[in-house]
């Protein structure tokens, strides 16, 4: 099984995306995180193996938060879905640690 945090600060995406993955017996949100700060706190509490981490949230965003998931040593992997198909936030999130990096669908 494998454990999925989202993290986006737009809740119908967050909607969309747990029911996306929660259609399939494999995936299990194990929570969901408005913006950056929360997503490292609950990526703490429960360890998820993949968070899919928006870029522009308010306050910490997920470039940052993915820096601070990725500096714990932690196994959880970041993957970056943004609707922003820019080179420089691909390198950015990559540089941070994200193992790969999706745009969303228009």
Same mark, same amino acid.
């Given at each position: 099984?494998?454990?999925?945090?989202?993290?986006?600060?737009?809740?119908?995406?967050?909607?969309?995306? *747990? +029911?996306?993955?929660?259609?399939?017996?494999?995936? #299990?949100?194990?929570?969901? =995180?408005?913006?950056?700060?929360?997503? $490292?706190?609950?990526?703490?509490?429960?360890?998820?193996?993949?968070?899919?981490?928006?870029? *522009? +949230?308010?306050?910490?965003?997920?470039?940052?938060? #993915?820096?601070?998931?990725? =500096?714990?040593?932690?196994?959880?992997? $970041?993957?970056?879905?943004?609707?922003?198909?820019?080179?420089?936030?691909?390198?950015?999130?990559?540089?941070?640690?994200?193992?790969?990096?999706?745009?969303?669908?228009?």
């Amino acid at each position: 099984m494998t454990t999925v945090l989202i993290a986006d600060d737009q809740p119908m995406q967050r909607f969309g995306f *747990r +029911m996306l993955l929660e259609s399939q017996e494999d995936l #299990t949100v194990v929570g969901e =995180a408005a913006n950056g700060t929360e997503a $490292v706190r609950l990526t703490d509490r429960h360890r998820p193996d993949v968070v899919l981490m928006d870029i *522009r +949230m308010p306050g910490l965003d997920g470039i940052e938060a #993915t820096r601070r998931i990725v =500096a714990t040593g932690a196994r959880t992997r $970041v993957l970056i879905v943004t609707t922003f198909d820019l080179d420089a936030y691909a390198y950015d999130g990559l540089r941070a640690g994200a193992s790969g990096f999706l745009v969303k669908d228009a």
